[in-house]
């Protein structure tokens, strides 16, 4: 199988169903149901099972197409957002998948599209190969609420990912309002870690709690002096209010204690961003923490100002299951 990391994956996966993202429309998924091929999960064989349709597979497939034309599948985000990449996972389609496939987006403000509905190409038609990722960069400028995944003619996809930034009209917010500023669904976005052995940085912004171990973050044991951070950039400048650490599911792996630093950054890279990090204030001292449990910090915070990133530090290692960053958006 053909794999090879993209740097869009740092962002939110638009397409995810956890965020409520769900097929409303698709022209044939008579093998395997259409919404299959947005869940969060790898996609798995199931060696030898078969249903009334045919072998079980893990994500979207059509039938063998005996007429003009090709299958698609309309999505409807469960949050709009500005598209940065795509990657289109054929894993464990061999002698099924499409030859090709394309995708377009438009922005609907209410309800879902209709016949009058604008499309715009994203993705012009890709080729595609069997049991492989396929990644492609995509350069949107405005926020989608529904995508159109068209596969050329037919055949098997197992996950479709449309990684982006959720779009959200800052100017409407209240001044007085506290929101989780760090929440994906917010724009917050991991940036940079130390390690990512066991879960990836990505999931201490996802919406609600932990399902498991899997959904947060979590390092190999540290075996070396040091300890390990990870790099959050915030979804709008603001002040920090109070801090959520969750712990959940981790037990017996869970960070002996905790620290915060902040800044607001002016200039600079994502790339760069590690480098920045070692002079940032200290937002939250270094607090204890316990297995399986929200802690929660208000008094302890430092009056730092507006801030636009943080650097999460754990002691010496561990898993994290969320990081919430409640506070006010800097005008």
């Known amino acids: 199988m053909k794999t090879c990391a993209a740097p869009f994956e740092k962002y939110l996966n638009l397409a995810d169903a956890r965020l409520g993202s769900r097929v409303i429309e698709v022209s044939d998924d008579w093998f395997a149901a259409a919404d299959r091929m947005l869940q969060p999960g790898e996609p ?76 715009t190409e994203v993705l012009p038609a890709v080729e595609l190969c069997g049991d492989s990722h396929h990644y492609h960069a995509l350069d949107c400028a405005q926020p989608f609420t529904h995508l159109r995944f068209n596969i050329y003619p037919d055949g098997g996809v197992a996950r479709l990912r449309v990684h982006g930034i959720p779009y959200r009209d800052w100017s409407a917010q209240g001044g007085e309002e506290a929101i989780d500023l760090a929440a994906a669904l917010n724009g917050g976005r991991a940036l940079a870690c130390s390690d990512e052995h066991f879960g990836r940085m990505g999931n201490l912004l996802n919406p609600g709690r932990g399902v498991n ?12 002096p040091g300890n390990d951070w990870v790099i959050v950039a915030l979804g709008h400048p603001g002040e920090i209010e109070r801090i959520v650490v969750d712990t959940l599911h981790f037990k017996g792996n869970y960070p002996d204690s905790c620290s915060i630093q902040g ?24 607090q204890k923490l316990s297995m399986h449990q929200e802690h929660e910090f208000a008094e302890q915070i430092a009056a730092l100002g507006p801030i636009t990133h943080v650097r999460l530090n754990i002691f010496p290692d561990g898993g994290v299951s969320r990081l919430r960053l409640f506070g006010k958006v800097a005008k």
């Open 44 to 119: 798995v064989w199931k060696e030898g099972v078969f249903d009334d349709n045919g072998k079980w597979m893990d994500g979207w497939e059509s039938r063998r197409k005996r007429f003009e034309g090709y299958d698609h599948a309309v999505i409807r985000l469960g949050v709009p957002g500005v598209l940065k990449g795509v990657d289109i996972d054929t894993r464990h389609f061999t002698g099924n998948y499409p030859p090709s496939a394309s995708l377009e987006a438009c922005f609907v403000a209410a309800g879902d599209p209709d016949q009058e509905t604008q499309w």
């Open 213 to 224: 171990m899997g959904d947060g973050w979590e390092t190999a044991r540290r075996r070396t």
């Open 263 to 286: 800044a607001f950054v002016k200039g600079g890279t994502d790339a760069q961003i590690e480098t920045q990090s070692l002079f940032w204030r200290e937002l939250l001292p270094s």
